[in-house]
């Protein structure tokens, strides 16, 4: 008999009641699995594009973590703990301020509280990319450096990155740590700018996993 809140939304606008409020709230959603991940080789990840400020979640009964800060995404692996049919996801949300928290308890904005982004369940492959980067050179604003980690130490797996725009295709291949990296030349590169807000397009692909994305390069000035 709870009330329904639309997500992604803060609870200080969607509820009157609770437009100055700051404290806890809890957030329960029941989620339906077709089949297990365990049975088809795949991993299942939940995640969330934000939760401001302080979220503990817990799935099926289970306290999965707890993740600190407003303004970045974060997931946990569910794989163990999914099964097929009916499933159940709580998070204990907490919008206090405190001393060393962005914000601190003097600011100049209300720091708002809820699950203000998308909310996902992520099918991946057993061995996945976790993360990637791609930077400029310190040194050099033509030289790219691209680093890419998986989610396991796995030696000798293969990703290729594409950039169709600067002519790029280059295959890494990771190490006994599962991280591969290289660095690059792109002739005509144009640098990311408030005026010329530039993107390219960038492909990663890691066996039947494809990552699009949409990246701008921009030089720091020291």
């Known amino acids: 008999e709870s009330p329904v809140m639309t997500i992604p939304s803060d609870w200080n606008i969607a509820d009157p009641h609770l437009l100055f409020y700051e404290g806890t709230v809890w957030f329960g959603r029941e989620f339906t699995v077709d089949q297990s991940p365990l049975t088809n080789h795949q991993k299942t990840l939940l995640y969330f594009g934000a939760v401001n400020y302080e979220a503990i979640v817990f799935v099926n009964g289970k306290e999965l973590g707890k993740h600190v800060g407003g303004f970045t995404p974060f997931c946990y692996d569910i794989t163990e703990l ?7 996801v709580i998070l204990k949300v907490d919008n206090k301020r405190h001393q060393d928290n962005v914000p601190t308890r003097n600011f100049d904005w209300w720091n708002y509280g809820g699950i203000t982004r998308d909310v996902l369940l992520v099918t991946v492959p057993e061995t996945y990319v976790e993360d990637y980067a791609l930077t400029l050179s310190r040194d050099d604003r033509r030289t790219i450096q691209v680093s890419v980690r998986l989610n396991s130490r796995q030696a000798g797996e293969q990703v290729t990155l594409s950039i169709p725009e600067l002519k790029v295709k280059k295959n890494l291949v990771t190490d006994t740590t599962g991280c591969a990296s290289l660095s690059l030349k ?26 699009s ?10």
């Open 82 to 88: 999914v099964q097929e049919g009916k499933n159940y």
């Open 186 to 211: 792109a002739k005509n590169l144009q640098l990311w700018s408030p005026e010329q807000p530039k993107l390219y397009a960038v492909n990663i692909t890691h066996g039947d996993e494809q990552i």
């Open 213 to 222: 994305d949409e990246i701008g390069f921009r030089s720091i000035e020291t």
